[in-house]
């Protein structure tokens, strides 16, 4: 069984993506990160986020694989020497004299290769087996036929990891100097701002205010450098016979609620593949989920198609927003729920229960909202009752941060997620899942 890799941005990330079923977390401290715009993670955190995830059977890979200049070193040196002891199971790492100095500190440490190697034949693999590498992180460019070729050539317990899901760069394996060039952020050290993501036009030297646009796709524009994003739910079968043993999910960037949704609808077509492959069918209802997080069009990325003949750009700029993500349940409070129970509130009725939530954003009574647990897409419901801590009915719930109750029909848990019923996707289901139905 393959291992599910998620992306943690930050702590309630790394916990969404554990509660929602990856078997793996990848993640970065303050430094060294291909994500520096990602909260990330202090030296503090990174000793309870790796205690947070072996407690519960999982593993936790840290990235160090920007390229660091000569002023850097030093400081590389220090991060190492700090998280020694924090119990990090693996370091993604590109640079050769990064991957020397880990060696040197910490030479018991599992090393995998980063993408930014651009790791695309079995030549390459083999060289950087040599060095010790434990797992080879494949450059995006490769089809399956190719992956099939790098397993092929290895030693068993040389292991490949391949993204299947998020962003994709139009530059090869992400290394690209157009940020750097035009801004002087450097994606090869954490701070790409996507100008392949912006939209250009021409400007002619003797009319400078004279704006020229650059016209792909008549009433929409050119996208001549934006990416589509990787999806790969519809193809799980041929990823599990692929010899890939970890399926990385891009999006350290991105929401918990991307986090939670994209993991478990994963876990979910992966579980159900290995339960029985020859009766193994795709739930549509798995795609939907995917529809309903932030993204852009969905493609296959390159496993499929050759680079040069399907690029894989988008044809329209910009992201297909997630729906809203109203609200996510949190621990039981026997105070509140006295108070609750003193106003006259019954806990439990012939119309459901009340669990405690923490507001992410705006719910009203009346809604039309969706729950979605770990193995379960997301179950339809009316809101219909909202209160307060102190047992006051509330209409809506307009403030930060804010705990209320709200009754569900079916049962919740700690970490379960409100979000709007409606919606790209979404929209596609010709009723609500029945009371209690996960649709495994």
């Known amino acids: 069984m393959p291992e599910l890799l998620s992306p943690a941005g930050n702590f309630e990330k790394m916990k969404a993506a554990i509660q ?3 078997d793996a977390v990848y993640l970065a401290g303050q430094m060294f990160g291909m994500r520096s715009a990602a909260d990330n993670f202090t030296v503090e955190e990174l000793y309870e986020a790796a205690r947070y995830v072996h407690a519960r059977g999982k593993k936790i890979y840290l990235t160090v694989n920007t390229m660091p200049r000569v002023q850097e070193y030093p400081l590389l040196r220090k991060f190492l020497q700090d998280v020694k002891d924090a119990g990090i199971d693996a370091m993604i790492a590109a640079d050769l004299g990064v991957i020397a100095t880990i060696r040197e500190i910490l030479p018991e440490m599992e090393i995998h290769i980063s993408t930014q190697t651009s790791i695309v034949s079995p030549a390459s693999a083999k060289a950087w087996a040599a060095m010790g590498a434990k797992r080879l992180v494949l450059a995006r460019e490769l089809t399956l036929e190719e992956i099939r070729a790098i397993r092929a050539a290895l030693p068993e317990e040389i292991e490949l990891e391949a993204f299947i899901h998020g962003s994709m760069c139009v530059s090869y394996s ?10 002087g952020r450097d994606g090869n050290r954490g701070t790409c701002s996507q100008p392949c993501r912006w939209n250009y036009s021409i400007v002619e030297e003797k009319r400078p205010d004279m704006h020229f646009d650059l016209v792909e796709q008549e009433h929409v524009g050119t996208f001549i450098m934006s990416s589509k994003d990787m999806c790969m739910i519809e193809h799980i079968p041929e990823l599990m016979e692929s010899g890939i043993a970890s399926f990385k999910i891009e999006g350290r960037m991105k929401s918990a609620y991307y986090t939670a949704v994209v993991t478990n609808a994963y876990r979910l077509a992966m579980d159900a593949y290995e339960k029985d492959p020859a009766s193994y069918q795709f739930d549509p209802a798995w795609r939907e989920e995917l529809e309903s997080v932030s993204h852009r069009e ?3 990325g390159f496993y499929f ?15 297909i927003r997630e729906k809203a993500y109203f609200s996510t349940a949190v621990e039981y409070d026997e105070n509140e729920a006295r108070v609750l129970q003193n106003a006259g509130i019954k806990m439990e009725n012939e119309e459901g229960r009340l669990y405690r939530f923490i507001q992410r954003n705006k719910l009203c009574a009346g809604e039309r909202a969706e729950l979605i647990s770990p193995g379960c897409i997301g179950r339809g419901f009316d809101v219909c009752e909202l209160y307060a801590p102190d047992g006051s009915v509330l209409e809506s719930t307009p403030h930060p941060s804010m705990i209320y109750w709200c009754r569900l029909p079916f049962e919740a848990h700690t970490g379960d997620i409100l979000r709007a019923s409606s919606g790209k996707g979404l929209e596609k289901r010709a009723k609500d899942r029945l009371k209690g139905d996960c649709a495994i």
């Open 20 to 22: 929602y079923g990856a």
């Open 174 to 183: 992400g290394r690209c100097l157009l940020a750097n060039a035009m801004n």
């Open 298 to 300: 969905y493609g296959t």
């Open 305 to 319: 198609d050759d680079p040069m003949e399907n690029p894989q750009l988008v044809s329209e700029c910009g992201y």
